[in-house]
């Protein structure tokens, strides 16, 4: 139940295109749903992040979508970019009691 | 950047060696983690601490031990290392209790032959 499911594993996204990345969870007790960007030999940074009372939020050219009835959020990257490309990891916190990350999604962005 | 140290960054050991990985944060933040990132798994937390020498186990906590001895230092110990510890561990600080964002150190991996 305190699961993250994240997809898919891996993703080729030519420049200017739109990168989507998906993940479910099955704890309705999660209030807190961020995503993380980590680049090779780096620690993850918090790259947006969003709580159940909104479905959608944007910045810049990245967007979380939230459908808190089929416990599913997604991350949009509009317009990707070379500089785009590290692995993007979603999570699900439970007030602070459970911070759990999904497995990650490797993102290659093409010139 | 958060200030977040973690050392050391690379390290090399035999099974059944002691390993102390340290993390020394700047930042007066009351939580610490240690969480290990291995391929298909993402980021599982194995300890955590909510003050000075208050800690709790997390997901993966089996074969490690923890030490929160001032605000500032989180000392993860494997206390007879093996193959399957063969991982890259970050540490991670937050503010408080339902605070939202984790700020990561940059990884210490270790290799245990």
Request: proline share 5%; charged share 20%.
């Amino acid at each position: 139940q305190q699961q993250v499911k994240q997809s898919p594993q891996s993703l080729i996204v030519q420049k200017g295109g739109i990168s989507i990345i998906n993940c479910a969870y099955e704890n309705t007790a999660f209030d807190y749903f961020p995503w993380y960007q980590q680049f090779p030999g780096k620690g993850p940074a918090l790259l947006i992040a969003i709580r159940p009372d909104v479905s959608e939020k944007k910045e810049g050219r990245f967007t979380i979508s939230f459908n808190k009835s089929a416990k599913q959020f997604s991350l949009h990257i509009m317009d990707s970019q070379p500089g785009d490309s590290a692995t993007y990891f979603c999570a699900a916190d439970n007030y602070g009691q459970n911070f759990v990350f999904g497995p990650g999604t490797r993102l290659s962005v093409l010139p | 950047d958060a200030g977040i140290t973690q050392s050391p960054r690379h390290k090399v050991t035999e099974t059944g060696t002691p390993v102390t990985l340290r993390c020394h944060q700047t930042e007066n933040h009351r939580y610490m983690y240690w969480y290990r990132q291995d391929p298909g798994h993402g980021l599982r937390l194995i300890h955590y601490s909510y003050g000075v020498k208050d800690t709790d186990k997390g997901e993966v906590s089996d074969g490690y031990s923890v030490s929160r001895s001032k605000t500032e230092d989180f000392l993860l110990t494997l206390e007879s290392a093996t193959s399957s510890q063969t991982s890259v561990y970050f540490c991670a600080i937050s503010e408080g209790y339902d605070a939202g964002e984790l700020f990561f150190g940059e990884g210490s991996r270790l290799t245990v032959l």
